[in-house]
């Protein structure tokens, strides 16, 4: 009888009973897990990603994701996929403040880059633009990806405890199927398990600021709106009626998850008090009055309460255990920083794990997980809650304060008046409504993080913001920055500076007059093992620069190189070519692996 064989490697059984064995665990699906265990698997990396759960997100929490995250899904070739399942760029921006969907609008913004000024902003800084993917389409395609491409997914598995040594972590876990509990013997550890962490818990993560500072709710819901927003297509409807400014992210929220059929409500009560008696038919209640329809009967998909948290880790690691995503920020959804962010997170930690396992950095590489992202999440996080905080600017430009019914609807209307009081309302709407590009337009919050760390040799050369560093991302290739984006090819392909630099290896980018880096580079390739290849980029060359921006933007020489990590950081750079390139590149990469 023939034995069947469809090329799929059967699941070894393992040595020991009870001890699984695996170089990286990570805790967690979500975001930051599920990233964390696809880019191990691209990197080579064996690992075991574990979750209590039965399956992925039950909810769309996170959607908006933006350029960076879409670079990442670009760099491991699932941007499609992404694209597939999100609605487009073009239908995410138009954000409309009102005092219900059905009633009175009070002005609109353009968000996530949709302006045309600000678009060209965002198409310079990167081949992809702003898209939303409701958390529950995004997550499956991590794990999918992430378990075909090599990891050990295991749902209903609970992680209980874990201890570390000198050589590994011995993780206990928890099958939630049968009950019983088993080892995982990992070289690592890597805690993806959300806000209420267990694993940093268990390492003492060092935490700044509070958590649960405002009560909000999830209602989630079905209803053909077509008609009251398809000619104002956004992600985000912003009403503010009586008890809007209460709790909650700054004002009532109606957000799209599917367009224009299937939506989300945040509504905020007051945490000091007794929560909410949420049933469905408050949840109705809520609905009719956020949409203004009294008589809709919506289709009501589910409800919850949370907590809005303003807290981020100081320290993100200890020994060979790392925590990523909302472990270490915590924060309410507004930016949309949350799901790309923990993304990000991952993507900085993974290919260092992969280059200490496999033995061309030294272990005093992954401290540089710590200095780089805690600042990072500080960021996220204070800009986050400022942004909710923010929306108080807009209450009192409406002059509607501390009032109900009758008297908020006339504060409303008064800023119609020609009068010194209307006149003075609408200008103060104006200052109010231009405050929120903090939270809609903050391109420079989105894409310029710089690292500073010993994975990072800094020349001083940082460069000071010459606009807000808040609202404009400003391209360098001083060291800790990101790669600049420009468009490079020849009369056939057209690539991103980013496609030359896939995360599997670093890359050294020159021009003609730089080509004995090429040597330079082979021999650190020899002499330490680490992944490295040379890209030349000129005329007569497999690369050119077709628009001639990367001659304006790579700020060196053309005899000089740029050292590009894997997460796509610039790592070190030489503004012109030394007399002796192969010296110069070997100290830049011993210091860099921690060999020097």
Not at 542 to 564: C, H, M, N, Q
């Amino acid at each position: 009888m023939p034995v069947f064989d469809d090329g799929q490697k059967e699941t070894e059984i393992p040595e020991t009973e009870d001890v699984v064995t695996t170089d990286v665990l990570v805790v967690g699906s979500g975001p930051a897990g599920a990233s964390a265990a696809l880019f191990l698997s691209e990197l080579g990396v064996d690992n075991i990603m574990i979750t209590k759960y039965r399956w992925t997100a039950n909810t769309p929490r996170a959607h908006i994701t933006n350029q960076r995250a879409m670079e990442i899904f670009r760099d491991l070739g699932i941007e499609e996929q992404v694209l597939a399942d999100a609605t487009p760029h073009e239908l995410v921006g138009d954000t409309v403040f009102c005092t219900s969907i059905a009633g009175e609008e009070i002005g609109r913004i353009r968000t996530w880059g949709t302006r045309p000024d600000r678009e060209a902003d965002y198409q310079l800084a990167s081949p992809c633009l702003t898209v939303d993917i409701p958390q529950t389409y995004l997550e499956p395609i991590l794990v999918r990806n992430a378990t075909e491409r090599g990891t050990q997914t295991r749902f209903s598995t609970e992680y209980v405890s874990h201890v570390q040594d000198e050589d590994g972590v011995t993780t206990t876990a928890r099958d939630r199927l049968t009950g019983h509990e088993y080892k995982i013997r990992s070289k690592f550890l890597i805690g993806a398990d959300g806000a209420r962490t267990q694993v940093g818990a268990d390492i003492d993560l060092p935490l700044e600021g509070a958590m649960d500072i405002a009560g909000s709710m999830n209602i989630t819901f079905k209803a053909d709106l077509s008609e009251l927003v398809d000619h104002r297509p956004s992600v985000l409807y912003w009403v503010i009626q009586p008890g809007s400014n209460v709790g909650g992210i700054g004002t009532g929220l109606v957000r799209m998850v599917r367009p224009w059929d299937e939506w989300l409500i945040v509504w905020g009560y007051d945490i000091n008090q007794p929560p909410p008696d949420l049933t469905e038919e408050y949840a109705v209640g809520v609905i009719r009055d956020l949409l203004g329809m009294p008589d809709l009967e919506p289709e009501v998909t589910g409800y919850s309460l949370w907590g809005v948290n303003e807290m981020y880790a100081t320290h993100a690691q200890k020994g060979r255990v790392f925590c990523a995503g909302d472990a270490i920020h915590r924060h309410p959804p507004s930016n949309g920083l949350g799901s790309n962010t923990s993304i990000q997170d991952s993507y900085n930690l993974a290919w260092k794990l992969a280059a200490v396992l496999q033995g061309y950095a030294e272990p005093s590489l992954l401290e540089s997980y710590s200095a780089e992202r805690a600042p990072v999440a500080k960021r996220i996080v204070t800009r986050a809650n400022q942004s909710a905080r923010e929306f108080g600017e807009l209450f009192e430009a409406l002059g509607v304060v501390g009032l109900e019914g009758e008297e908020m609807a006339r504060a409303i209307e008064e800023r119609k008046a020609n009068t010194p009081e209307g006149a003075a309302k609408r200008a103060a709407l104006v200052t109010a409504m231009e405050r929120k590009n903090y939270e809609f337009n903050a391109h420079g919050v989105e894409l310029g993080q710089f690292y500073e760390s010993n994975a990072i040799l800094a020349d001083g050369s940082r460069p000071a913001p010459t606009e807000d560093e808040d609202l404009y991302h400003r391209m360098s290739t001083s060291p800790g920055a990101h790669l600049p984006h420009a468009w490079v090819g020849d009369n056939v392909e057209k690539h991103a500076m980013l496609d030359l630099a896939p995360y599997t290896q670093w890359t050294l980018i020159t021009g003609i007059a730089g080509e004995a880096w090429e040597d330079a580079a082979e021999a650190a390739r020899t002499k330490f093992g680490i992944p490295l290849q040379t890209v030349v980029i000129g005329p007569g060359r497999p690369v050119t620069d077709l628009y001639f921006d990367w001659a304006k933007l790579r700020e060196v020489e053309e005899s000089g190189a740029i050292l590009v990590r894997p997460d796509k950081h610039i790592a070190w750079r030489a503004m012109s070519l030394p007399e002796d390139p192969g010296t110069a590149l070997g100290e830049a990469v011993a210091t860099l692996l921690g060999k020097a």
